[in-house]
């Protein structure tokens, strides 16, 4: 038996509706700009297909959780999204097999610390930074799911006002597409999480926030900020 030099970090997981067993997180792929409202207000070209980044798995707060004000921001973002969850992977799947693949869909906010992604986009610097910060993902709980994907309300308030209010069927990109497009480009795996990407309505978020999100007919999210920002 092989041992490591000091103790591995536990798996990233997140609980099922209707059962004690969890989803292992394995990747966390994210799609940018997938709602033209959004790409609008983002300033982005109409002619633009949405894109992909990524989060690490350790990212994922569970729902219910209070999270620490991330540090070095000054204009920490909402990004209420509908989020997928796949049972098995592959390459090159085709589109008209790639809700096969799902297991089942949650309700996910992609936090994002918008001067550093500003900052990032004007120098032609990789998002990390932006995206991929410590506890930017928190994550309702999977909801299993066949046939049809989602496509009702998705929406986020904020200290119970209203930001972001919109229809599924707004994506660009399909749920169906975007497990075929992301194959394209990597091997996915059961475990796999996709961010589907948000539409309009982004906007700030303050130490002490209560923030809400919620997909009809999947479940909602909600977490707090830590009434001061962290040292
Ligand atoms: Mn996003």
């Known amino acids: 038996m092989s041992e490591y030099v000091f103790s591995p970090p536990p798996p990233v997981s ?7 067993a969890r989803f292992p997180v394995r990747r966390i792929y994210c799609v940018g700009r997938n709602y033209a409202a959004h790409r609008a207000e983002m300033g982005g070209d109409d002619r633009e297909p949405p894109f992909f980044f990524a989060k690490p ?3 994922v707060v569970a729902s ?9 921001t000054e204009n920490l973002h909402h ?8 049972r098995q992977g592959g390459v090159d799947i085709a589109r008209d097999q790639a809700l096969d693949h799902v297991f089942g869909f949650a309700v996910g906010v992609d936090l994002t610390r918008r001067d550093l ?6 120098k032609g610097q990789p998002w990390e930074s932006a ?27 904020v200290n119970g006002s209203v930001r972001q209010d919109a229809k599924l ?15 394209r480009l990597w091997r996915l795996e059961a475990g796999d999480l996709i ?28 977490f707090s900020l830590a009434p001061t920002a962290a040292a």
């Open 14 to 20: 997140l609980a099922v509706l209707g059962t004690e």
């Open 57 to 59: 798995s350790d990212a």
């Open 64 to 72: 219910g959780a209070q999270i620490a004000f991330p540090r070095a």
């Open 79 to 86: 990004e209420i999204e509908l989020v997928i969850a796949l």
């Open 117 to 122: 992604q500003a900052a990032a986009k004007d």
């Open 131 to 157: 995206k991929g910060f410590d506890q930017s993902a928190p994550l309702s709980p999977i909801k299993p799911w066949a046939g049809a994907p989602p496509s009702g309300a998705i929406s986020l308030s």
């Open 169 to 183: 069927t707004d994506m660009i990109w399909s749920v169906a597409e975007i497990i075929s497009e992301a194959s």
């Open 195 to 222: 961010f589907t990407g948000t539409p309009e309505g982004v906007g700030r978020l303050q130490p002490g926030d209560q923030v809400t999100g919620a997909v009809e007919g999947v479940g909602g999210v909600t």
